[in-house]
């Protein structure tokens, strides 16, 4: 199940929400399925999920970034803009659609919000196990 709905995300949500979200005719994207991932593996969900738009290292130069309409943050400095530290709770809440931004979708359809929230019994895991690895790539 896991499996399908990360294709169904990838396949699907990401070029629709990429092209909606873009002032320009939308460009051709290369389509192709969100690997499975473990959910105590943090780098594994975070090259599956977050490095098309954030980078491999975070730093919002994904090859998916120039289809959006902002520029995906630079996840390596989540701390120094958030006043020295990004609560796991915040971080929760921005994957989920609870916090929002224009790049991630809305709060109806976030790009990664309805996998992390479909997985039953591991969506507090994966959140954890995702801050984790991100929080390793903060810059002082």
């Known amino acids: 199940m896991v499996r399908k709905c990360a294709a169904v995300a990838a396949l699907v949500l990401f070029p ?3 092209w909606a979200q873009a002032d ?3 460009p051709t994207l290369k389509r192709a399925a969100a690997k ?3 959910s105590n593996d943090g780098g594994q969900m975070f090259m599956s999920y977050c490095a098309p738009c954030h980078g491999k290292l975070g730093r919002g130069d994904g090859p998916a ?7 995906p943050a630079d996840l390596t400095q989540l701390k120094r803009s958030h ?12 994957i989920n659609g609870m916090t929002m931004t224009t790049s991630h979708g809305n709060t109806e359809m976030p790009v990664w919000g ?16 995702l801050k ?4 390793a790539m903060q810059m002082p």
């Open 16 to 18: 629709a929400i990429a």
């Open 24 to 26: 320009k005719p939308a």
């Open 36 to 38: 499975p991932t473990a």
């Open 65 to 71: 970034a120039a289809a959006l309409k902002e520029k």
């Open 83 to 94: 006043g020295g530290t990004y609560s796991t709770q915040a971080f929760e809440e921005k």
């Open 114 to 129: 309805p996998i992390f929230r479909d997985i039953a019994g591991e969506p507090k895991l994966r959140v954890y196990n």
């Open 132 to 135: 984790r690895y991100i929080d």
